[in-house]
């Protein structure tokens, strides 16, 4: 039977346990008490346009001001309408010229060991050189420029040098294939790629520009590639298309103004898979995004001057582009970036690195915290990890018993847990506890943030017993939300706008308990519905790894002539036998923790489970895999094409 800490029922409709933040924290938090939160975002509420302006008034440097805070004809949204602002201006020059030049601001280290620190200062200088190198290569306002770089400063000063001169980005997860980045290089029309020769990853190098090359024999839009020397790999360099980093840029001026722009120039797109095939265009914008980068990232960490903050994310997703770059940085924070892969050379790197660089606030995903807690308690013990003094997940659902550990064994109980529920297309945090005013339970994201109205709705679209969960939506447009799929608004408008009049539509479900926090019980599609009994994916999964024996856990439906949905289960074990006796164990087990309806009609043993490179369950496989069919759709943001093989040799 797996622990249960504080005696409360590890499931996640039944969570009890309540973590208040201690006094000590509170007194110096930004915001310390419920009344505070409360009052802040009722005020939002009264008036979100005002809210907002107010904040960017204050917050952003503007070359003009703008005229009015919001023009919406729905599904379009125009925030900060007539200003001219610049996001790489806000983070990096704005601290520069405010007398903050030599404070840090990346601290990085590379997969091998290779250390290096820039200040504010020496950030404006490298990105100012990128950007006139950017301008030499016939880069403008309006222009895209695919990314396909590993985790090193250079990836950050890319992004912030298009910023800088009107160009709008599109990174690419360095772990895609050359097909995926040639859809996203037409898709977009880029002009250029931005690459490295190879990236380091588990002591091996990935030869990054040997599959650009393969992608621009099919991007035909694409003039020129740019190549950071990173791995000391020689690959080709195509005469007249290709360029070395150090050849155009270390020799680039360093002055390079940044560019006033339009409050809705777009900024960059990034790719997100959708429930069908095609990859969408996500699109975001320049202040509006800015802003709630910044001021969510202020509010949900309470960053202060002396923190040292670690997001372990890759900048390929939406989180290392808000909490990695456009929030942290804006917000004149010391970041920590690291390279490589967390278990290199061993399985406490991040616990070494948070040991030695003294990080006090640190943000990752369930994912990640689920394969510490099977690497062992041992390798954590033997790190001071005193230093920390917030945590932070993002992703998925945080399974309570995961939660639990992640408390005790990182945060040593001390630190609140900050669990973040947003998206691609929110731009930013739309719901996340304040780490000194709002208590945590775990598994809930707990309460929107100041400037989010959140209605949950059913599939009429009215509001429905939010206790009983249904359809998330937000009832108000807000500064960080996408502004469109690039080149698609009619997809735009019917994925998030058709169903449910006036709301935007995450394509979650989720239910509000009678103290107003929110659980998010997965996406829409992830919902079962077993003898009509409403079902959550996490729910199962949580009451299965709450089992000692179970590592992870991944639950989806089956159809099933009488009970619409049958649960199968696919779990992968810690150290245990994958016996006869231990499925009929976990059975009993979540007959226990949730109750019959939700016992598994199918167990399946598996070493691992099919997962997207940042981390996420692919249910729409496993649902093929659970009903017998051939694996359809897209694939192609699969991490490991050798789980689906081995799951289906098992049915044979
Ligand atoms: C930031 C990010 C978005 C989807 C989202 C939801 C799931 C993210 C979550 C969470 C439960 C959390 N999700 N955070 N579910 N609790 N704290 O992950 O963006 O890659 O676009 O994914 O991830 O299903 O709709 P993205």
Not at 111 to 134: F, I, M
Not at 185 to 202: C, F
Not at 330 to 338: D, I, P, T
Not at 465 to 482: F, K, R
Request: charged residues 25%; aromatic residues 8%.
């Amino acid at each position: 039977m797996a622990e249960q800490a504080g005696g409360g029922i590890s499931n996640v409709m039944r969570e009890e346990r309540v973590f208040p933040p201690s006094a000590e924290f509170a007194a110096q938090a930004r915001i310390k008490s419920m009344e505070e939160y409360e009052a802040l975002w009722t005020q939002a509420a009264a008036d979100p346009p005002k809210f907002w302006a107010d904040l960017a008034r204050d917050e952003l440097h503007w070359f003009e001001p703008f005229s009015k805070a919001l023009v919406w004809n729905e599904p379009v949204a125009e925030w900060f309408v007539g200003g001219k602002t610049n996001a790489c201006y806000n983070c990096v020059d704005k601290h520069v010229v405010e007398g903050r030049g030599d404070r840090t601001a990346i601290i990085w280290e590379g997969e091998p060991g290779d250390q290096r620190t820039l200040t504010y200062a020496e950030l404006q200088t490298e990105v100012s050189k990128c950007a006139n190198a950017l301008k030499s290569l016939g880069i403008g306002v309006g222009d895209v420029v695919s990314i396909y770089m590993p985790m090193t400063p250079e990836l950050a000063i890319a992004m912030l040098a298009c910023a800088r001169i009107g160009a709008v980005h599109s990174v690419i997860f360095a772990g895609f294939s050359a097909e995926a980045i040639a859809d996203r290089n037409n898709d977009a029309g880029a002009k250029l790629v931005i690459t490295s020769d190879g990236a380091w990853r588990r002591g091996k190098v990935l030869p990054l520009k040997e599959t650009v090359d393969e992608a621009l024999a099919k991007s035909p839009t694409v003039e020129h590639c740019l190549v950071l020397k990173r791995a000391g790999d020689a690959p080709t360099m195509q005469e007249g298309r290709d360029v070395w980093w150090h050849d155009v840029v270390d020799s680039a001026s360093a002055d390079c103004p940044a560019e006033p722009l339009d409050s809705e120039t777009p900024l960059f797109i990034l790719y997100t898979s959708g429930s069908t095939g095609k990859p969408k265009g996500i699109k975001h914008t320049t202040a509006g995004y800015n802003l709630y980068a910044k001021k969510t990232f202020e509010w949900v960490f309470d960053h202060r001057d002396d923190d040292i903050y670690w997001c372990t994310a890759d900048c390929g997703w939406i989180t290392g582009h808000s909490y990695i770059v456009y929030g942290p940085l804006a917000a004149g924070a010391q970041v920590m970036m690291y390279e490589g892969a967390p278990n290199h050379p061993a399985e406490d790197r991040f616990w070494d690195i948070i040991e030695r660089h003294k990080v006090t606030i640190f943000y990752t995903a369930p994912t990640a915290i689920r394969a510490f807690i099977k690497w062992g308690d041992d390798l954590v013990k033997k790190h001071d990890l005193t230093s920390l003094r917030i945590l932070g997940t993002v992703g998925e659902g945080i399974n309570p018993e995961a939660w639990m550990w992640y408390h005790r064994m990182i945060g040593g109980e001390r630190c609140p847990i900050v669990d973040t529920w947003w998206q691609t297309e929110t731009g930013g945090i739309m719901m996340s506890p304040l780490p000194g005013a709002i208590p945590t339970k775990p598994g809930s994201c707990t309460k929107p943030l100041p400037g989010i109205i959140p209605s949950i709705v059913g599939t009429d679209g009215q509001e429905v017993d939010t206790n009983q969960g249904g359809m998330l939506t937000i009832a108000h447009p807000w500064p960080g939300m996408l502004r469109g799929i690039w080149g698609d608004m009619d997809r735009y408008e019917q994925v998030y706008w058709s169903r449910v009049k006036g709301k935007y539509l995450a394509g979650d479900n989720a239910r509000c308990d009678e103290d107003g926090y929110y659980w998010i019980m997965g996406r829409i599609d992830d919902v079962l519905n077993v003898s009509g009994h409403r079902l959550s994916t996490i729910e199962i999964e949580s009451a299965l790894v709450s089992h000692a024996a179970v590592a992870e856990a991944a639950a989806v439906g089956r159809p099933h002539e009488l009970k619409g949905d049958a649960v199968a289960v696919f779990v992968t074990l810690c150290d245990a036998e994958p016996t006869e006796e231990l499925r009929e164990e976990l059975r009993q087990h979540v007959r226990k923790e949730i109750g019959a309806l939700a016992v598994p009609d199918d167990i399946r043993f598996t070493s691992s489970l099919p997962k997207t490179r940042s981390g996420k369950i692919m249910r729409r496989l496993l649902r093929d895999i659970a009903a017998g069919r051939e694996a359809a759709g897209d694939t192609t943001t699969l991490e490991d094409y050798t789980v689906l093989a081995k799951l289906r040799e098992k049915e044979a």
